[in-house]
Structure formats: structure tokens, C-alpha cells
DNA sequence: AACAATCATAGCCAAATGGTTATGAGTTGT
DNA sequence: ACAACTCATAACCATTTGGCTATGATTGTT
């Protein structure tokens, strides 16, 4: 019997994530800021709906945000969703042994 | 147009945490070291060939090592194979700012 | 008022996914 | 030798997924 440890919703992280295109889009946005869905839509290289599907996945993730203003959806990334990843890899990953270097950076504090 | 900039298997990874029950196994494997595929499916609740399955898939993303002793495969987990997914999150997801604590602790080596 | 632009939703479809049972190959125990 | 165990693969199935086009609601522009 399988017994779940992870918070409730890194379930959603983990599955929003592992689609490349979700992925490209959150990559974006955490990397240009806040888009329209037009914008958007015109880096991801698919139509227009398909974009605002993967939005809501995201948003079911917590992984983004959405503002309207006038006849434009504005999005942004919310960074700090992906909290139930980092705690997952921080327990299960490399718990006994990392090679990974650097990850110092990950405690650099910004302003948000 | 899309531009990955991820390491080339960081979708195997990502694609193979995405799942709870996969994510499950993996995180007994770390939990309790090597197992068996026997051991494994009494564990997770779901059948032998749902197992073997599930490890092919951590296999094609090397978060799982086997070792074949006799009729039993052991397999074990590979915590440095999530090197992708660290790298990506310390890049698109807690570059600017991040709430996360004690990240230190996966600095600590431990020998493999 | 009429038209254009932006976006979400609905409806559709092919492919992928995660599960099952059946089976066979290899290994161990009697 | 034979029975039992371990595991991977095959074959199948229902559901999910990721894409599309069509459409309609809303907002901006002329």
C-alpha cells in the first residue's frame, strides 16, 4: 500500500512540469516576465487555445498567475510554487549524496 | 519558435517524476535502498508488469540502476540522476527570489 | 455602428499513458 | 524431472493528454 508523503499538490507541480511546452511557457515567463497569451502564443509555436490550456494547467499548479486588463490576460510566474518540488528533491533526491554544485545560488534572496 | 535550453534527458526526468505512483517507487528505492521487483510491487499496489513498466521508464531516465542476481532483479536508485531537474530549477524557477529553507542540506555529502 | 483583436471554452481527434491478464524465459527448490 | 518463483514482454483496454478548428464573449479601434 502506498502511503503519500508529498504535499498535496506537488502532484500538480510535477505534472504541469514534465510537459515540455508548459515548461518552455513557465521558462518564459519567469525569464521575460509578465506576457499576454498572445505574446505567448506566438514564442510557443502552438494556436492560441492550446496555449491557454497549458496556462490553466499551470495555474491549477499555482506555477502562474493571471491579471486582466482590457481584452488582454496578462501572466506571470510564480516561482515559489514550486516549493513542493524543491522539498521533494531535497528529501528523496539528494538526501545521502549530491553531485550537484552550486546550489548555494538557490539561497540567494531576491526582492520580488 | 521553442528553444530548448534544457540538458538533453531533463524530459525523461521530468516526464518520469510525473507520475505518483513512479515517484512513489523511486522514493522507496531511496528510503530503503535496493529492492526487488517483487518487493517493489508488493509495495506499490499495483501489478508486477505495472511495475516492470514503471521501471523501465525511471531506467530511460536513469533514476534507476538494476542488477540481475539469480531470477531476482535488484534495482536502485540513482539520486544523481535528478541533476537535470536541479539544474533547471535553480535556473528558470528560484533565480530571482525563493522562499525555500535550509536548501543547504543538499550540500551535504554523503559517500555512495 | 461596424470591424478587428484578444482570449476562453467547446468539441473533436490521434496518440500516449497507466493499468490489466496472459505468457514465456530463466532460476531455484524438492 | 518437475514444480514454483521471479520477472519482462505482449496484447489489450479505458482514460488522459495535447493538439486542432470553430465559436462566442468581451474589449478596443475606426
Known amino acids: 500500500m502506498i502511503v503519500r508523503v508529498t504535499p498535496a ?5 510535477f505534472r504541469a512540469l514534465a ?11 519567469t525569464r521575460q516576465g509578465e506576457q499576454t497569451v498572445h505574446a505567448l502564443t506566438r514564442y510557443a509555436g502552438v ?18 498567475r ?5 481584452r488582454e ?12 518540488m524543491v ?6 533526491g539528494a538526501f545521502w549524496r549530491d ?4 546550489l548555494e545560488a538557490l539561497l540567494e534572496r531576491m526582492e520580488s
Do not use: C, M
Open 47 to 64: 494556436s492560441q487555445p492550446a496555449v491557454s490550456k497549458h496556462l490553466t494547467v499551470l495555474k491549477l499548479a499555482k506555477l502562474v
Open 66 to 70: 493571471h491579471r486582466r486588463e482590457g
Open 99 to 102: 553531485r550537484f554544485d552550486r
Open 19 to 29: 510537459d515540455p511546452t508548459r515548461r518552455a511557457i513557465f521558462e518564459e515567463l
Open 9 to 13: 499538490n506537488a502532484n500538480n507541480v
Open 87 to 92: 522539498y521533494w528533491l531535497r528529501h528523496y
Open 73 to 84: 490576460t496578462h501572466y506571470r510566474a510564480r516561482p515559489d510554487a514550486l516549493a513542493p
